[in-house]
Each structure stands twice: as structure tokens, then as C-alpha cells.
T-cell receptor, first 117, second 115 residues
Framework: DGGITQSPKYLFRKEGQNVTLSCEQN?????MYWYRQDPGQGLRLIYY???????QKGDIAEGYSVSREKKESFPLTVTSAQKNPTAFYLC????????????????FGAGSRLTVL | DAKTTQPPSMDCAEGRAANLPCNHS???????VYWYRQIHSQGPQYIIH???NNETNEMASLIITEDRKSSTLILPHATLRDTAVYYC????????????????FGQGTILTVHP
């Protein structure tokens, strides 16, 4: 079945450590996104990528980094510079094109819950 | 993107219709209305979207007012599994704009379906 796979589902990290969250999709979607969700809050956009080898900062990019070397993969690194990294991280993808002018439906993964000890 | 306003919570009896309102008074002509829902500790799930006309699919119906300043998501026969947070999102359709590719999620409406 086509979809988005995030791993790991749960992750614990010590302060000062970098950690990388994996996101893989087999939907042949061009665009991919990372969101962060804190308890009782909505989703906030960290980074997004419209095509391979290109990505843009979202609303809360500080302390995070991404890469988009392959269409299927968009890993997120939470660096030690991120002050409050404990959160639920969601990856999503959508069909996009340079001439897109219509609706944009996102497909989400199941999420990764990061806890900093 | 236009800002949306939703009630923080709503209740519904199982088997009855759930009508979730959303205000988007600053919506512009090329902006779509999307609805997603999120069951606790899972990724959001797409429900439906529309531009001007009312829409229906196997999950729900979307009613958009003529002036497009508000909309209502209707779950015709709510079940206990419909208990979730429902997000109404408005987003433009023009490629290359500053909001390209982004959906902004607010806090949504917590819908509780009870027996």
C-alpha cells in the first residue's frame, strides 16, 4: 500500500544530542513537509520541500535541519540548538508541480514522538 | 493564508449528524477550504475540500456559504470513532506565492461523540 512511513515512533534523547527522524513515502509525491505538534496545540510547519535538492524554512525552522536528496525521503535532524525539542513530529507529502494552481491535499505519516531526558 | 475560527469543542450523540462550523471571513477568491481530522496521537487525516460549491464524499459533506466567509463540515451519522480534533484550513491555490505548499493548522475543534 502507498503511504508515508515515519521512524522511529518513539525516541528518547539526552540534552545536547542531535537526532534524526526518518520520513519515507512511496506515493510519488513531489512535495514533503515536517510539522511539529505540542500538547493541546495545532501543527506548526518546520520545513518543506517542493522538489528534490530544494527545501524552504517554515515558521519554526530554528534548531532543525533537513535534506532532500531523494524524492522518497525527507529526513529531519533535531539539533542541540533546538531549545525545546520534546514534541510530536509529523511528516507529510503532497502532489505538487511547478504549474500547480489547484487544491493541495496532504497525506500524513503516523508521527514520531521525541522526548528529551 | 486566510485565518480560520472554530469553536474549541463540540459534542454529538452517536448516530446523529455532527455539524462543525468554521469562519474564514478574510478568504480570497483562489483559496480552498480544507478539513482534516486528528485522532489522538495519530497523524491528521484528510476529509474533504472545496472552493465554491458544496462537496460530498464518503466521509462527509462540506457546505460553503455563498459569500465563502464560512463553511460547515457535516458528518451525517457520527460514530464513536469520529471523536477527534477537526481542523478547518484555508489556503491559496497560486503556485509560487509565499504560502505555496503550506497548510496552517490552528487548534481545531475537539468533537466528542457520546453513546
Amino acid at each position: 500500500d502507498g503511504g508515508i512511513t515515519q521512524s522511529p515512533k518513539y525516541l528518547f534523547r539526552k540534552e545536547g544530542q542531535n537526532v534524526t527522524l526518518s520520513c519515507e513515502q512511496n506515493l510519488n509525491h513531489d512535495a514533503m513537509y515536517w510539522y511539529r505538534q505540542d500538547p493541546g496545540q495545532g501543527l506548526r510547519l518546520i520545513y518543506y520541500s517542493q522538489i528534490v535538492n530544494d527545501f524552504q524554512k517554515g515558521d519554526i525552522a530554528e534548531g532543525y535541519s533537513v535534506s532532500r536528496e531523494k524524492k522518497e525521503s525527507f529526513p529531519l535532524t533535531v539539533t542541540s540548538a533546538q531549545k525545546n525539542p520534546t514534541a510530536f513530529y509529523l511528516c507529510a507529502s503532497s502532489i505538487e508541480s511547478g504549474m500547480w494552481s489547484g487544491a493541495n491535499v496532504l497525506t500524513f505519516g503516523a508521527g514520531s514522538r521525541l522526548t528529551v531526558l | 493564508d486566510a485565518k480560520t475560527t472554530q469553536p474549541p469543542s463540540m459534542d454529538c450523540a452517536e448516530g446523529r449528524a455532527a455539524n462543525l462550523p468554521c469562519n474564514h471571513s478574510t478568504i480570497s477568491g483562489n483559496e480552498y477550504v480544507y478539513w482534516y481530522r486528528q485522532i489522538h496521537s495519530q497523524g491528521p487525516q484528510y476529509i474533504i475540500h472545496g472552493l465554491k460549491n458544496n462537496e460530498t464524499n464518503e466521509m462527509a459533506s462540506l457546505i460553503i456559504t455563498e459569500d465563502r466567509k464560512s463553511s460547515t463540515l457535516i458528518l451525517p451519522h457520527a460514530t464513536l470513532r469520529d471523536t477527534a480534533v477537526y481542523y478547518c484550513i484555508v489556503r491559496g491555490g497560486a503556485a509560487g506565492g509565499t504560502s505555496y505548499g503550506k497548510l496552517t493548522f490552528g487548534q481545531g475543534t475537539i468533537l466528542t461523540v457520546h453513546p
